[in-house]
Nanobody
Framework: QVQLVESGGGLVQPGGSLRLSCSVSGFSIRTYPMRWYREVLGKERELVAA?????????TYADSVKGRFTISRDKSRNAVYLQMNSLKPEDTAVYYC????????WGEGTQVTVSS
């Protein structure tokens, strides 16, 4: 059974950091592209970061997060991470883990709120 479970969200002050985790079961993260999206109520879901399968492991980022966010994976844990630094209020959103496997698989999301 395919499952993607996000964790690590929360409330953080501007300039702070959070690390989101996506624990995966049912397939290997080595084999499929993995992505993080975010969604603000009333707006389209936005692609934040992506990583291609091994061995290329090419990473791409939305312009709005370049230099601040880093996507990575841990093959031994079958997990994907999103390290978010220098957070801004406009980063506030629900963050979703996504995998394009034999269908478009999504987690349930984790809320990130950046506020003083």
């Amino acid at each position: 059974q395919v499952q993607l479970v996000e964790s690590g969200g929360g409330l953080v002050q501007p300039g702070g950091s959070l690390r989101l985790s996506c624990s995966v079961s049912g397939f290997s993260i080595r084999t499929y592209p993995m992505r993080w999206y975010r969604e603000v109520l009333g707006k389209e879901r936005e692609l934040v970061a992506a990583i291609t399968p091994i061995p290329q492991s090419i990473t791409t980022y939305a312009d709005s997060v370049k230099g601040r966010f880093t996507i990575s994976r841990d093959k031994s844990r079958n997990a994907v991470y999103l390290q978010m630094n220098s957070l801004k209020p406009e980063d506030t959103a629900v963050y979703y883990c996504n995998a394009q496997i034999w269908y478009d698989a999504w987690g349930e999301g984790t809320q990130v709120t950046v506020s003083s």
